[in-house]
T-cell receptor, first 111, second 113 residues
Framework: DAKTTQPTSMDCAEGRAANLPCNHS???????VYWYRQIHSQGPQYIIH???NNETNEMASLIITEDRKSSTLILPHATLRDTAVYYC????????????FGPGTSLSVIP | DAGVTQSPTHLIKTRGQHVTLRCSPI?????VSWYQQVLGQGPQFIFQ???????GRGNFPDRFSARQFPNYSSELNVNALLLGDSALYLC????????????FGPGTRLTVT
C-alpha cells in the first residue's frame, strides 16, 4: 500500500498558484518526499524531492511541515500544460526500495 | 542527450503468448526499474535491476521476469499472458542503485486479447 494520501482531484485557474497537498503521517526519519507528475499517456516526470527543508527548483516548490507528516507541492503560476496526475511518494535514499505510487491527484488547470 | 527509450511503443498479443519489452536507460545510468500501470491507477513496481542483478521485486507472479545486460539495457519478459496483463509498461532509469530521481520512458502499451 502507498504510504501517502492525496486528494483525488483538484482544479486550478490558469495563472494562479496550484497547491497540491500530501499526507505521509507514517514517514520515517530517513524517508524523502518525492513528487512526480504524469501527463496523459506519457511516462511520469520527476518534479522535486526533499527531506525536511523546503525546496525550490525551476518547476515547483516543496513545502514540508516541521513534523514531516505532510507536504505541499506548489506550482507558482499554473498553465494548461500543468494539467496532469501528480504523485507524492516517500522513499529511502540508502536502500533498494520498492517505489510505491498511490493513485495521485488529477490536477485540471482551467482557462 | 537521449532520455529513456522503450520498444515497442504498442503491442497486441493473444492470451497465452509471451512478450518481451525492451528498455535503454539514460547514458551513464546503471539502474533500471520496471512498472506496470493499469488504466486509472498509479504505476505498480515490478522489478529493479542494478549492475545486472535483481535488487527489488514487487508482488507479481513468476510469469514476470527481467534481466539487465552489460550495457545496462534491460528486458522485461511476461509468459502465459492473461487479459489482466493489458497495461502500460514503464521503464525508469536512475544513476545509482539506491534512491535518487528516477527518469521514466514513454512506456510500452500492451494489449492482450
Amino acid at each position: 500500500d502507498a504510504k501517502t494520501t492525496q486528494p483525488t482531484s483538484m482544479d486550478c485557474a490558469e495563472g494562479r498558484a496550484a497547491n497540491l497537498p500530501c499526507n505521509h503521517s507514517t514517514i520515517s526519519g530517513n524517508e524523502y518526499v518525492y513528487w512526480y507528475r504524469q501527463i496523459h499517456s506519457q511516462g511520469p516526470q520527476y518534479i522535486i524531492h526533499g527531506l525536511k527543508n523546503n525546496e525550490t527548483n525551476e518547476m515547483a516548490s516543496l513545502i514540508i511541515t516541521e513534523d514531516r507528516k505532510s507536504s505541499t507541492l506548489i506550482l507558482p503560476h499554473a498553465t494548461l500544460r500543468d494539467t496532469a496526475v501528480y504523485y507524492c511518494i516517500v522513499r529511502v535514499q540508502t536502500s533498494y526500495d520498492k517505489v510505491i505510487f498511490g493513485p495521485g491527484t488529477s490536477l485540471s488547470v482551467i482557462p | 542527450d537521449a532520455g529513456v527509450t522503450q520498444s515497442p511503443t504498442h503491442l497486441i498479443k493473444t492470451r497465452g503468448q509471451h512478450v518481451t519489452l525492451r528498455c535503454s536507460p539514460i547514458s551513464g545510468h546503471k539502474s533500471v526499474s520496471w512498472y506496470q500501470q493499469v488504466l486509472g491507477q498509479g504505476p505498480q513496481f515490478i522489478f529493479q535491476y542494478y549492475e545486472k542483478e535483481e535488487r527489488g521485486r514487487g508482488n507479481f507472479p513468476d510469469r514476470f521476469s527481467a534481466r539487465q545486460f552489460p550495457n545496462y539495457s534491460s528486458e522485461l519478459n511476461v509468459n502465459a499472458l492473461l487479459l489482466g496483463d493489458s497495461a502500460l509498461y514503464l521503464c525508469a532509469s536512475q544513476l545509482g542503485g539506491q534512491g535518487g530521481e528516477q527518469y521514466f520512458g514513454p512506456g510500452t502499451r500492451l494489449t492482450v486479447t
